[in-house]
């Protein structure tokens, strides 16, 4: 079956622009993680979605940055102002309640300039 | 959340045995232990999971002591294809909440 989807893979934009980035979790699951992972480092956790509940948001690293997730299944991550360190690679994960394997998409490589 | 610690960097050569031990000393009673497996240019990809004593897949071995303050992936005979950074994750599914990678442990198969 179809795994997680994103979109753009790679997203060049200029500094001060806003950027939209797209996860397309594995049906069914209710469950969406999105991370940031900066060249040569670990796993940044920023947003978690659980069903109908609130999302914990506390690992976005400034207002700059939001999510949503409509109809319970795609969601949108959005970066407004981008500045330069904000370039990273930008994963989403999706899993099925009550279960402990997340299941990754191939990230969107964004690039501010 | 527990805290992991696992070392920055392994090498190897094929057809080895890899042992990788993550340390969480703060793990909580209801957390389970998660090992993912990242390749450059991928999103991390599920290796093994645990809760103690031992658990094989056709994959790995994972090795957890009574105390549950550190865990030892096993990569039986790794070969070329193995190298990749692997991460330990510590975590508690029954409530809804963020999971944390720590930065991962670099390993690096030889020929």
């Known amino acids: 079956g179809a795994g997680v989807s994103q979109s753009p893979s790679n997203k060049v934009t200029e500094k001060g622009k806003d950027v939209e980035l797209r996860c397309d979790p594995i049906s069914g699951h209710t469950a969406l993680y999105w991370y940031r992972q900066s060249l040569g480092q670990g796993l940044e956790f920023l947003i978690y979605?659980?069903?109908?509940?609130?999302?914990?948001k506390s690992g976005l690293p400034s207002d700059r940055f939001s999510a949503e997730r409509t109809g319970g299944s795609v969601s949108t991550l959005t970066i407004q102002r981008t500045q330069q360190e904000d370039s990273a690679v930008y994963l989403c994960a999706s899993k099925l309640s009550g279960a402990y394997e997340q299941y990754f998409g191939p990230g969107t490589r964004l690039t501010v300039t | 959340l527990a805290k992991t610690t696992q070392p920055i960097s392994m090498d190897s050569y094929e057809g080895q045995e890899v042992n990788i031990t993550c340390s969480h000393n703060n793990i909580a009673t209801n957390d389970y232990i998660t090992w993912y497996q990242q390749f450059p240019s991928q999103g991390p990809r599920f290796i093994i999971q645990?809760?103690?004593t031992k658990v094989t897949n056709e994959v790995a071995s994972l090795f957890i002591p009574a105390d549950r303050k550190s865990s030892t992936l096993s990569l039986p005979r790794v070969s070329l294809s193995d190298t990749a950074v692997y991460y330990c994750l510590v975590g508690d599914n029954t409530n809804a909440g963020k999971s944390t990678f720590g930065d991962g442990t670099t390993l690096t198969v030889k020929p």
């Open positions: 645990g809760y103690k």
């Open positions: 979605f659980q069903g109908n509940s609130a999302p914990d």
